[in-house]
């Protein structure tokens, strides 16, 4: 059982946007930064998102960050083939005093 | 270029120990949070344990709270993970992770490639 809820899945075409959401509380994403990961297959994930919407240098304007209330969003336009991957959100929760995951979202483009 | 290197994983039997090492290069090790973040087969991330620039803070997930124990030695650049009373439960792959900046609760910026551990009689 997480902390967070991601969609287990999403897919889109080639070219297109997607989003994927990632809902939380007012002791995680209400109240801490939230942080988007990549994990191409079989590699270790990669920072795509700090700070809710701020990107690490080398990671395309494609991807963008927000967050709303106790939710958060990672879109990503123009999708490439290169793109599948599991996506994962992350914050900080101020009750439990522990980092949290959301389940993950795993992207198909079509 | 930051790396991490994980080492100590393998095969162990329910209630063994075992100590993880993470050397870290390419930065300022002492400046920085470090953690460890693993993920079971097929599952997703789950944070297991981080540690402050300087020690001071330390945190753990609830599920290896009080058997397992985060270090680290700035002089050594390496982060380590005492992990006690292994449980089938804890089989997954270890990821050694650095901290964007010097406090706990942040964000993870670079990954090690991970050492496994597997639990079973």
């Known amino acids: 059982q997480t902390v967070l809820t991601q969609a287990p899945s999403v897919s889109a075409a080639p070219g297109q946007k997607v989003t994927i959401s990632c809902s939380g509380g007012s002791s995680n994403i209400g109240r801490n930064y939230v942080s988007w990961y990549q994990q191409l297959p079989g590699t270790a994930p990669q920072l795509l998102i700090y700070?809710?919407?701020n990107r690490p240098s080398g990671v395309p304007d494609r991807f963008s960050g927000s967050r709303s209330g106790t939710s958060a969003t990672l879109g990503i336009t123009g999708l490439q083939t290169g793109d599948e991957a599991d996506y994962y959100c992350?914050?900080?929760?101020?009750?439990?005093?522990?980092?949290?995951f959301g389940g993950g979202t795993k992207l198909t483009v079509l | 270029e930051v790396q991490l290197v994980e080492s100590g994983g393998g095969l162990v039997q329910p209630g063994r120990s075992l100590r993880l090492s993470c050397a870290a290069s390419g930065f300022t090790f002492g400046n920085y949070a470090m953690h460890w973040v693993r993920q079971a087969p097929g599952k997703g991330l789950e944070w297991v344990s981080g540690?402050?620039?300087?020690?001071?803070?330390?945190a753990y997930a609830n599920s290896v709270k009080g058997r397992f124990t985060i270090s680290r030695d700035s002089a050594k650049k390496s982060l380590y993970l005492e992990a006690n009373s292994l449980r089938v439960e804890d089989t997954a792959l270890y990821y050694c992770v650095k901290g964007i900046d010097s406090g706990i609760v942040g964000h993870f910026d670079c990954w090690g490639q991970g050492t496994l551990v597997s639990v079973s009689s």
């Open positions: 700070e809710n919407s």
């Open positions: 540690i402050n620039w300087n020690s001071g803070s330390r």
């Open positions: 992350a914050t900080w929760d101020s009750s439990l005093s522990a980092a949290v």
